[in-house]
Nanobody, 121 residues
Framework: QVQLVESGGGLVQPGGSLRLSCAASGIILSIYVMGWYRQAPGEQRELGAFIISGGSTNYTDSLKGRFTIPRNNAKNTVYLQMNRLKPGVAAVYYC???????????????WGQGPQVAVSS
């Protein structure tokens, strides 16, 4: 089995920064992509950013220029560096990965538990 363990959520003031981390552990052959999704109360979960194994990244427009998604392949860990945070309702940030466990022909998707992030003064 594979587990995603997230950390780094909390309360931050508007304009501040916060870094989330997500570490994948278990039987992992290779990780194809790791990403972060955001879900506010009563809203659908939406993709924020992702990074694929070769290092290419993609960000939703609202995050470009403020967030980055570095990755440590040796530790199977992805981060979400959030800068210049804007005030709003508290949201849960979910880590997601798509990886190969024992076979190169099959990929599996996993979700983290989702730390909450609140931006408020």
């Amino acid at each position: 089995q594979v587990q995603l363990v997230e950390s780094g959520g909390g309360l931050v003031q508007p304009g501040g920064s916060l870094r989330l981390s997500c570490a994948a552990s278990g039987i992992i052959l290779s990780i194809y992509v790791m990403g972060w999704y955001r879900q506010a109360p009563g809203e659908q979960r939406e993709l924020g950013a992702f990074i694929i194994s070769g290092g290419s990244t993609n960000y939703t427009d609202s995050l470009k220029g403020r967030f980055t998604i570095p990755r440590n392949n040796a530790k199977n860990t992805v981060y979400l560096q959030m800068n210049r945070l804007k005030p709003g309702v508290a949201a849960v940030y979910y880590c997601n990965t798509n990886l190969r466990r024992t076979s190169v022909f099959t990929r599996h998707a996993y979700w983290g538990q989702g730390p909450q992030v609140a931006v408020s003064s």
